[in-house]
């Protein structure tokens, strides 16, 4: 490829102004990097639409890059034939000679979380059951990311059903995290943080229950976003869903982008880095002990925490005034009445043969609960909600570690220890994602660094419902101050 100078989005686009539809036209002071995956998405999408490069280019770096590294980290499955894929990229170029320029996805490589249907791809949602399923249609997102231009290359790994924290199932196997191969890229959207941790993708799309957005993102170094409850619905349902699907990114930029793309309702004004000084964090750690953390957790936060501070903010340790017992009840009960749609599987005995234990001790759960049960937990999850509205009145955000361990190898299909305490259930090791889950809110995942093994490590901001603009604002003020995202990983 001819060396070509083209305008500048990189680093300095945390500084700007930014709307969802306008990139910075600064000149850049070099040449384009050797390899085009290293460029962020928006500065890839920049460079495709002012024809610097084509996107015939920019897919055979793409795919140059997978089969290289895809092997090793098992991020992406389903992948679609070479020749395919370029065709695709070739019309897309012949688009852009006619002047047709469809969005800001324009000719960009992107896979879809194994958890959603892209019509005429692989659709196994990582379960034996639907190891040859093809997709006849598209989501409602799927079919904004294909408005928008983008070019499906194949999905990315999920644990099966999305069930855990730990991507890995039996039709693909385990997916490895982009900063040790050896170890989790935690989950659900495992995939997806790993493909963007390792550069086989420039942004990714990946949904979030019990910290399925967070967690891989804190465990690949990258940016994950969990929207409001009701941003990615076209209207806003009776009760709050416990999941929803959210936009991963190697920066907030680009995440942001993602996001106005996803939504069915984007996000109005432009996105400024946020004014940090004057800021009053409530930084809820450990939960005053209640939850087991694995030792350096606390430090590495604590560190980012004290850089907040020197930029003005103020951040002050907190309690909630709730019984977290409760919290906890409240939420497997919840989780639990909604796995009642797997009973088909459970009633049929040759493919409960198939099911992973813990899906079928989830549904044998929901077959223990009535429907004082489920109103008793909505009853506590509203008292939760109002208690978060007491302690939004006196923070602007709440932080608090994304995950309760580090990266652990990705042949443990879950830690049964923190430390000397044991975990009871297969997803209590994530308990620290609930609080946000719970109250529906809108949480951020920014790095904070990493332990003397290289493995790294987040720390959730949590806004008021609702809030997500102001959330995404000081992910971007984040990126000015810290510079874990810039310390990319050593791929194998």
């Not at 493909?195 to 690949?220: K, Q």
Request: proline fraction near 6%; glycine fraction near 8%; hydrophobic fraction near 40%.
């Amino acid at each position: 490829m001819r060396r070509r100078q083209f305008l500048k989005t990189g680093s300095a686009m945390t500084m700007a102004v930014v709307t969802p539809t306008f990139i910075s036209h600064r000149l850049f002071a070099a040449t384009l990097p050797a390899n085009l995956t290293d460029l962020g998405a928006l500065e890839l999408s920049q460079a495709i639409a002012q024809k610097h490069v084509s996107c015939v280019e920019v897919m055979q770096a793409y795919l140059q890059h997978i089969h290289r590294h895809n092997p090793v980290y098992n991020a992406i499955v389903g992948l679609v034939a070479d020749d395919l894929l370029l065709e695709q990229a070739r019309e897309a170029d012949r688009a852009l000679a006619r002047g047709e320029y469809r969005s800001w996805m324009h000719g960009l490589p992107h896979a879809v979380k194994d958890l959603t249907p892209v019509a005429g791809l692989l659709y196994t949602s990582g379960s034996p059951l639907f190891a040859d399923r093809i997709a006849d249609t598209d989501s409602d997102f799927v079919a904004r990311l294909r408005n928008a231009g983008a070019i499906f290359i194949g999905k990315t790994n999920s644990p099966e059903f999305g069930l855990g924290s730990q991507t890995y199932n039996p039709v693909f196997g385990p997916t490895a995290s982009a900063c040790n191969p050896d170890l989790t890229a935690g989950g659900s959207s495992g995939g997806a943080a790993s493909g963007l941790g390792t550069r086989m993708l420039p942004v990714a799309d990946g949904s979030d229950m019990m910290g399925s957005l967070r967690n891989p993102a804190a465990f690949n170094n990258v940016i994950g976003f969990r929207p409001s409850a009701d941003l990615m619905r076209d209207t806003r349902p009776a009760t709050l869903p416990l999941s929803t699907s959210g936009p991963m990114g190697r920066n907030t930029i680009d995440t942001i982008q993602l996001l106005q793309t996803m939504a069915p309702r984007q996000i109005t004004g432009q996105f400024n880095a946020l004014e940090l000084s004057g800021l009053q964090i409530g930084w809820l750690g450990n939960l005053d002990g209640y939850l087991a953390m694995e030792s350096g957790i606390l430090e590495l936060c604590n560190n980012s925490l004290r850089t907040i501070e020197s930029a003005g903010a103020t951040v002050n340790p907190v309690a909630p005034r709730f019984s977290l017992t409760d919290l906890w009840e409240c939420w497997t009960t919840l989780r639990h009445s909604g796995r009642g749609s797997y009973r088909r599987y459970y009633d049929d005995p040759e493919a409960k043969a198939a099911l992973k234990p813990e899906l079928i001790w989830e549904i044998e759960q929901s077959m223990l609960l009535t429907q004082e049960d489920v109103e008793g937990a909505n009853q506590i999850r509203e008292n939760w909600n109002q208690e978060l509205e007491r302690l939004f009145s006196q923070f602007d955000f709440l932080a608090i570690p994304t995950a309760q361990v580090f990266p652990y190898s990705k042949h443990v299909e879950w830690p049964q220890y923190i430390g000397d305490r044991k975990m009871d259930t297969y997803h209590r090791w994530m308990e620290v994602v609930i609080p946000g889950s719970l109250g529906g809110l809108p949480v951020i995942n920014v790095p904070v660094g990493f332990d003397a093994d290289g493995r790294p490590m987040g720390v959730q901001i949590m806004g008021r419902y609702g809030d997500d603009k102001r959330v995404l604002e000081f992910g971007l003020a984040y990126e000015q101050i810290t510079d874990y995202l810039q310390q990319r990983p050593e791929l194998v």
